[in-house]
């Protein structure tokens, strides 16, 4: 992030705008509206400037730019457009250490003006960091489509309670609750509707019960957080992560997601360090049900799937053993995230017409899997944690009747920026690993299918120069 959103407030501080023209006539219009004591210096400029001015809503100097003109400002504007002019006041706002926008010129500017949605009081800011305003116009109005008229109705409302409910609910975590209920229930949605009388019953009958803020028993969302792309996170995955007191989370989960997270929720890392060990297992089951029965909204969050090669069935055992409420928000297992991305079809009616997630690794190393029901043609298998062992899961196939020559895929990083994707035939899987040097995480598809890969944009290697590393 390059620049940190501010809102500032300007009720009654003076503000210098240099520039009297179209430009300059929207940035008024910005500060007029901020309450903000304007002071135009210009030598002309538009009719509306000037009937501003005739309102006593702004001051009018009609003169050229002075430096001393900034003494004393709380921000200034440069609208002037012209280059000699602008770098003048933004020279002499930042001589005096104050900040300056120059409009049109961020390389001159200390603060950029943001494109604005405003249903005050809420309000939006949205910025590209100065790269395309257009951009930032289009984004205001998709957001402007999605934001309710009453936005601002809503808020108000809320806030002419906001003392009433902390006298009346003393606890922190209680009150935020509390108002999310209110907030996604149905006396926010009478206050969008102009219901506002029904809204204010309803609300005072709500605080005015004896346990208004009586902290629920706490709950446990075991959250899919998908395979890397934080666009294939579920709308449901991204509630439960907004609605979070703790977040507990996996190695596999990127920062991308992490910063969908509610901001004031506590993480805790449960994950293998590059040095370390994860977790162990129990702990993490114990981390859960002691933070739930503390009143906590818990999210454990996953990636891929929680019951897809994931352990969440041990630990909503675990939970639900001990008597606390727990959900299981699916998530995008790799198995499909991956294919999708790299536009192999698990099955095909010409190609496939079964598909097992089967898992390389079993408890203690070799996984326990009946090889000869694996191995018939037209059936793809997709392999989590099997890279480690290529070898002997290729021999264990091939000597169960695989063609040497089936093809494979091997994906890295599906669906996220680095992904890979690598093909070959099951006798060379091995040599594949070890030549591309495949790293964490990946997974191996093995079958017709994998011949459908949409592998031209990636790093192909061929087959034809892969040593054979099995002798078959
Ligand atoms: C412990 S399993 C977790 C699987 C997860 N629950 C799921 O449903 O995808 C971890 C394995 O999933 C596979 N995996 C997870 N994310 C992946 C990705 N983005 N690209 C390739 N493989 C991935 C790898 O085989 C990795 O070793």
Same mark, same amino acid.
């Given at each position: !992030?390059? +620049?940190?959103?501010?809102?500032?407030?300007? *009720?009654?501080?003076?503000?210098?705008?240099?520039?009297?023209?179209?430009?300059?006539?929207?940035?008024?219009?910005? &500060?007029?509206?901020?309450?903000?004591?304007?002071?135009?210096?210009?030598?002309?400029?538009?009719?509306?400037?000037?009937?501003? $001015?005739?309102?006593?809503?702004?001051?009018?100097?009609?003169?050229?730019?002075?430096?001393?003109?900034?003494?004393? !400002?709380?921000?200034?504007?440069?609208?002037?457009? =012209?280059?000699?002019? #602008?770098?003048?006041?933004?020279?002499?706002?930042?001589?005096?250490?104050?900040?300056?926008?120059?409009?049109?010129?961020?390389?001159?500017?200390?603060?950029?003006?943001?494109?604005?949605?405003?249903?005050?009081?809420?309000?939006?800011?949205?910025?590209?960091?100065?790269?395309?305003?257009?951009?930032?116009?289009?984004?205001?109005?998709?957001?402007?489509?999605?934001?309710?008229?009453?936005?601002?109705? &809503?808020?108000?409302?809320?806030?002419?309670?906001?003392?009433?409910?902390?006298?009346?609910?003393?606890?922190?975590?209680?009150?935020?609750?509390?108002?999310? =209920?209110?907030?996604?229930?149905?006396?926010?949605?009478?206050?969008?509707?102009?219901?506002? /009388?029904?809204?204010?019953?309803? !609300?005072?009958?709500?605080?005015?019960?004896? %346990?208004?803020?009586?902290?629920?028993?706490? %709950?446990?969302?075991?959250?899919?957080?998908?395979?890397?792309?934080?666009?294939?996170?579920?709308?449901?995955?991204?509630?439960?992560?907004? =609605?979070?007191?703790?977040?507990?989370?996996?190695?596999?989960?990127?920062?991308? @997601?992490?910063?969908?997270? *509610?901001?004031?929720?506590?993480?805790?890392?449960?994950?293998?360090?590059?040095?370390?060990?994860?977790?162990?297992?129990?702990?993490?089951?114990?981390?859960?049900? /002691?933070?739930?029965?503390?009143?906590?909204?818990?999210?454990?969050?996953?990636?891929?799937?929680?019951?897809?090669?994931?352990?969440?069935?041990?630990?909503?055992?675990?939970?639900?053993?001990?008597?606390?409420? /727990?959900?299981?928000?699916?998530?995008?297992?790799?198995? /499909?995230?991956?294919?999708?991305?790299?536009?192999?079809?698990?099955?095909? *009616?010409?190609?496939?017409?079964?598909?097992?997630?089967?898992?390389?690794?079993?408890? #203690?190393?070799?996984?326990?899997?009946?090889?000869?029901?694996?191995?018939?043609?037209?059936?793809?298998?997709?392999?989590?944690?099997?890279?480690?062992?290529?070898?002997?899961?290729?021999?264990?196939?091939?000597? %169960?009747?695989?063609?040497? #020559?089936?093809?494979?895929? @091997?994906?890295?990083?599906?669906?996220?920026?680095?992904?890979?994707?690598?093909?070959?035939?099951?006798? +060379?899987?091995?040599?594949?690993?070890?030549?591309?040097?495949?790293?964490?995480?990946?997974?191996?598809?093995?079958?017709?299918?994998?011949?459908?890969?949409?592998? $031209?944009?990636?790093?192909?290697?061929?087959?034809? +120069?892969?040593?054979?590393?099995?002798?078959?």
């Amino acid at each position: !992030m390059e +620049n940190l959103p501010l809102f500032f407030r300007l *009720r009654k501080r003076p503000v210098l705008l240099v520039g009297a023209g179209a430009a300059a006539v929207a940035k008024a219009r910005l &500060l007029l509206a901020a309450g903000a004591d304007v002071r135009v210096v210009a030598p002309q400029g538009l009719g509306e400037v000037a009937d501003w $001015a005739a309102q006593g809503r702004l001051r009018w100097e009609r003169r050229a730019f002075d430096p001393a003109d900034v003494a004393g !400002m709380t921000l200034v504007i440069g609208a002037m457009g =012209d280059d000699e002019l #602008d770098a003048a006041v933004a020279d002499a706002a930042k001589e005096a250490a104050i900040p300056v926008n120059i409009v049109d010129r961020p390389e001159l500017s200390s603060f950029i003006v943001p494109s604005i949605v405003d249903r005050s009081p809420v309000t939006i800011g949205i910025s590209t960091n100065g790269s395309s305003p257009v951009l930032a116009r289009r984004l205001r109005e998709q957001i402007e489509t999605l934001l309710p008229t009453n936005l601002g109705r &809503l808020a108000n409302f809320l806030n002419s309670f906001r003392s009433a409910v902390k006298a009346k609910v003393d606890s922190f975590d209680a009150r935020r609750r509390l108002w999310e =209920d209110i907030i996604d229930g149905p006396i926010a949605r009478d206050v969008l509707a102009g219901r506002e /009388t029904d809204a204010r019953e309803a !609300m005072l009958s709500r605080i005015n019960r004896r %346990h208004a803020g009586e902290v629920a028993y706490g %709950h446990v969302d075991i959250v899919g957080a998908g395979p890397g792309d934080p666009e294939l996170l579920t709308v449901k995955a991204l509630r439960a992560l907004q =609605d979070a007191d703790l977040v507990v989370y996996d190695r596999l989960i990127g920062d991308e @997601i992490l910063d969908l997270v *509610r901001r004031d929720a506590e993480r805790i890392y449960v994950g293998k360090a590059r040095s370390n060990h994860a977790v162990p297992q129990d702990q993490i089951n114990e981390l859960l049900v /002691t933070h739930a029965r503390a009143g906590r909204r818990v999210v454990r969050l996953k990636g891929g799937d929680p019951f897809v090669f994931g352990r969440g069935g041990e630990e909503v055992e675990r939970l639900r053993a001990a008597g606390i409420s /727990t959900a299981v928000i699916p998530g995008i297992t790799a198995a /499909t995230g991956c294919a999708a991305s790299a536009g192999l079809p698990l099955t095909h *009616r010409d190609h496939a017409s079964a598909v097992t997630f089967v898992t390389g690794h079993g408890v #203690d190393g070799e996984p326990d899997v009946d090889w000869s029901a694996l191995s018939g043609p037209r059936h793809t298998l997709v392999v989590y944690m099997g890279v480690s062992r290529a070898g002997s899961l290729a021999r264990q196939l091939i000597g %169960h009747g695989r063609a040497p #020559d089936t093809p494979i895929a @091997i994906i890295e990083n599906g669906t996220r920026p680095d992904e890979r994707v690598i093909v070959g035939t099951l006798a +060379n899987v091995p040599s594949l690993v070890r030549t591309a040097q495949v790293g964490a995480p990946a997974l191996i598809v093995i079958g017709e299918v994998a011949a459908l890969a949409d592998a $031209a944009r990636e790093l192909v290697f061929s087959t034809s +120069n892969i040593p054979n590393a099995l002798a078959v």
